[in-house]
């Protein structure tokens, strides 16, 4: 009976075993790298996304600048001088990239393949972020009266589509070729 479910119940091992390991990495980092004892400051993650982002409107010609949120652990995003959103440690999508190691790592294929498509998958998930939270940060500049829209439903699509894809290039293209062989 165990031999039937040895796929599922390896996925699961190596899925749960991986995200925990990570998660508690992560956590680990997210307690001593963010203050609120004498000055809020976030994590560097969470300050190189806001700075990404801007960066990102800046090549597109767009007034943007970041800074330290006083009275939180957040980034406040302005466009031309007028804050349009904040940037907290969520918005960073360290737990989505979790996420997506996780899976990969569950449904593994070679370890060269395997470590190769982790790393252009975050490195795709990190940069698609950043254009999401300029995007929307845009959109919201112009548009206030859809904020709510657009951070409940086109912000989590966009990361949650791109990751999602991820995994099904994954195991259409990649793991597939290697059972199949």
Known sequence: MLKKY???????????GSYA?????YSFYLSNSQNTTLKYTCDPITQK???KSVSFLKSMNIDAQVLQHQSEKS????????YVARVVEGCNAMSV?????AFIIAFSGTFVKTLLYILAGVYMIFYINIAR??????????YPEY???LH???????????????????INFFLKKKHDA
């Open 147 to 149: 904020s709510d829209f």
């Open 49 to 51: 996304v806001g700075n």
């Open 133 to 142: 939270i300029a995007l929307i940060a845009v959109a919201i500049f112009y």
């Open 6 to 16: 040895k796929n599922i119940i390896l996925f699961l091992i190596k899925f749960l």
């Open 97 to 101: 990239i979790i996420l997506f190691i």
């Open 21 to 25: 390991i990570m998660l508690v990495l």
């Open 75 to 82: 980034m406040k995003l302005f466009i031309n001088n007028r």
């Open 152 to 170: 409940q439903i086109v912000f989590p699509l966009i990361i949650y589509g791109t990751t999602f894809l991820l995994w099904v290039i994954w």
